[in-house]
């Protein structure tokens, strides 16, 4: 198993057990340890969702310590679930997605699900915001995801001026 993947399933498994939140090893993955970036983690139930929670640009001093916080977020504050419970834990799946920076787009051409998630801001006041990560089953075209992210984020494009942001993302499953 790749060990970010141990990372937030030992994050995960500690903070639910018994509260605690881990400390970072950091030359356990020296790679990530020296570099921030934006990360999501998803969690999986049986091959259904059960929570994803993340950042898209860095919070914390590194990929480590942003794996760690945004695992017990994900574990616990989730908005669509409760919080995991341990007789779950056994039954759980986990991805880690590390973000690149977001980059403006000019042209919805330059989208595509499959490569590239997206981030839709409103200019209105208040502003509003919603995330979809990229490769998602289900989202084959960019009419797709733009509609699905809107929907989450609760944004009316047709009533409300938005601006859409692409990234990457390198995923550890």
Do not use: W
């Not at 989730?78 to 779950?88: A, L, M, S, T, V």
């Not at 960019?142 to 990234?167: A, H, L, M, V, W």
Request: charged share 30%; with cysteine.
């Amino acid at each position: 198993m790749q060990a970010l993947i141990l990372l937030a399933k030992k994050t995960v498994e500690t903070y639910i057990k018994t509260g605690k939140i881990i400390k970072a090893e950091d030359n356990l993955i020296e790679e990530f340890s020296n570099k921030k970036a934006g990360v999501f983690i998803t969690i999986e139930k049986s091959g259904k969702l059960r929570g994803c929670i993340g950042t898209y640009l860095p919070t914390q001093d590194n990929i480590i310590e942003e794996v760690i916080q945004n695992a017990i977020s994900a574990s616990t504050e989730d908005y669509r679930f409760g919080p995991i419970q341990k007789h779950e834990l056994p039954l759980l799946s986990y991805t880690v997605s590390i973000l690149e920076e977001p980059k403006l787009i000019k042209d919805k051409k330059e989208l595509n699900p499959k490569e590239y998630g997206i981030i839709i801001k409103t200019l209105n006041y208040p502003p509003k915001s919603a995330l979809l990560l990229p490769d998602l089953e289900g989202v084959d075209t960019t009419e797709q995801q733009i509609s699905i992210t809107c929907r989450k984020g609760e944004i009316d494009p047709s009533q409300e001026k938005i601006i859409i942001y692409k990234f990457k993302v390198k995923k550890y499953e």
